[in-house]
């Protein structure tokens, strides 16, 4: 019987923290996709409706603020839940992406395990 | 005579200038020459590329492997030398790579886990051997990994490197010293950074807020003893971090200093700790000749507060010089809803005029409409 996995799309573009978290949430039981910028990963959102999406704020190409508000202002895909990683925990950057509709909101430098329970919080 | 000269004139040229054989023989030279010259930088460009390529794979092979365990690892309690089981030094440029990027991004028992592989593996000697030689680009990464894994084993290294001629050591070793907090070395960073030509204040600023709070403490114990320049730099870092107990110190120097760039940092720092003191002092400088130091001024006013200010901010919206006009727009904003509401009716008064002009450019920069009253 295939395994029914909750699917994640975590967008991210150091190629270091991409395969460390690929790796932790893959154990976890978690079918996941990885991006390296923000191309297509709102397109990819829509066709795929995902359990979860991790966006990180500055990423090359479209920023992870454009695409949590594209997801959003979707009705198709505005219960998706989204985490938002941000590298400065500055108060202005957290509202903005908590007033756009994120879920939850994770700053840089983080632990693996807080993200992981925040994740499994969000998912049950 | 003439016809003499122009026969000797011939021959010269005759001489300096070959024969049609002799050209065609030298450029044949310059040819094959250049074709030589050619095909060798094909061969060195395709060896570097095939260097690469197999460095590439080399990486790409070694990571592969080590990166599960490296991962298992990350977060545990167990032995970072297991990591390197198998791992030869010529593969720690590699593991380094991935390492730098996180240091920089993990936190918690994960940091912690990339901390202990440099402070308690060979690795350790491995980035000792790059800090003690004389190669930049070994020296700076050894530093970055000693100052992220807040090594206090080598700080006098680090300290030796302060006074490099390369900026980018100097700047790497001083950093790595603030990230390890080493205290007693913030006064030698602050010398050695008059002798780097290339630095700029900003980013001896940020080396030196990579110390914690405590650095403040220490700055202040020596400000009396040192130059203007250890005291504006000192002052600035007290500004940064709201050191209040630095007040008296400040004073007496603003009270008592001539040198713009330090009177400016002086009246910057009263006006972010709002130093009430320090307000008989601003009056002074309210009237500057100097149109920085009168900014400056009106700025710290601003933010020390106080509606009684609003007419007197407002007088210098009339002024001649623009810096002043801005500072005192925005220091009327800064005043609350009396200061917004004098600013707007500026705005409107007079659309011709400059204070109006200037009264507008605030009011829309700070998304305030205008026509709200």
Known sequence: ?124 | MKFYFSKKLLLICGNLFPSGDQLLYILTQIILFLTIVSILLVITVLIIRLLNKSDEKRKSVFLSKWEKRFYEYLGSPDDPNKLLTDVKPSQYKFLLMVLRDLFSLLDGKDLESLKRIINETSIYNFLLKDLKSNRTKRIIRAAYFFGAANNQNVKAILFGHLYSNKTDVFIYCARALARINALEYASAILHASRYQKELSTDILISILLEYKSDVCKYLLERLKFEDDYYKRISIQIFRFHGFREAADSVLEIFQSSTNKKLLIECIKYAGTIECIDAIPYLWEHFEHPDIEVKTAAIEALAKIGGTELIPIFAQRLYESSFEVNIAAAEALLDSGEKGIKLLKIIAKSNSDSRAAAVAKFVLSENFIEIEDE
Do not use: R
């Open chain 1, 1 to 124: 019987m295939a395994e029914n996995k909750k699917k994640i799309f975590y967008a991210e573009d150091s190629d270091s923290l991409v395969k460390l978290m690929s790796y932790k949430l893959q154990n976890e039981g978690y079918d996941i996709t990885v991006f390296t910028n923000g191309e297509n990963v709102y397109e990819s959102v829509v066709a795929d409706k995902p359990d979860l999406v991790i966006l990180d704020l500055m990423m090359p190409i479209k920023d992870g603020l454009t695409i949590l508000k594209e997801i959003k202002s979707n009705p198709d895909t505005h219960n998706i839940p989204v985490i938002m990683l941000t590298t400065n925990a500055e108060e202005e950057t957290i509202l903005k992406a908590l007033e756009s509709g994120a879920n939850e909101y994770i700053t840089k430098p983080f632990s693996t395990a807080v993200l992981l329970a925040k994740i499994k919080k969000i998912l049950g």
